[in-house]
C-alpha cells in the first residue's frame, strides 16, 4: 500500500512558509528537531506543548492544518500536529473498556 502524501492546502502552507517569512510558520521550524523526530519519542502531554506550546501566543499558526494533515497521512515517525506517530500509527491512544468489563455494581 503507498504512502499517503500531505493534504495539498498543508503542503502549500509550508511551501509559502520556507519561501515568504511573513507568511504564517510551524512553530517546529524554530525549535530542535530532535524533540519531534528523535529516538525517544516524547509522551502525549509533551507532544501537545511542542505543537501548542505554554499559553495560546505559542501555539503553531500551522497546528490545526498539520494535524488534519497527520491524521490523513498517517506519518511514519515523529510529532505531526502534536501527535506521537510511530509506524503511522498513533501512540498514547486512550483505549476505551468494553462497558461489561467494568466493575459498577457496588
Not at 9 to 17: K, V
Not at 41 to 53: K, N, V
Request: some cysteine; hydrophobic content about 35%.
Amino acid at each position: 500500500m503507498p504512502a499517503k502524501q500531505r493534504l495539498p492546502e498543508f503542503a502549500e502552507a509550508l511551501d509559502l512558509a520556507r519561501h515568504d517569512a511573513s507568511a504564517p510558520q510551524p512553530r517546529c521550524a524554530t525549535q530542535d528537531p530532535e524533540k519531534y523526530t528523535g529516538d525517544v519519542p516524547p509522551t502525549r502531554a509533551e507532544a501537545r506543548r511542542l505543537c501548542e506550546g505554554m499559553k495560546p501566543s505559542e501555539k503553531c499558526d500551522l497546528f490545526e492544518l498539520c494535524r488534519r494533515s497527520a491524521l490523513h497521512e498517517k506519518p511514519k515517525w515523529g510529532v505531526h500536529g502534536g501527535i506521537v506517530w510511530d509506524n503511522g500509527r498513533q501512540l498514547h491512544l486512550r483505549r476505551k473498556l468494553p462497558a461489561e468489563s467494568l466493575d459498577l455494581a457496588a
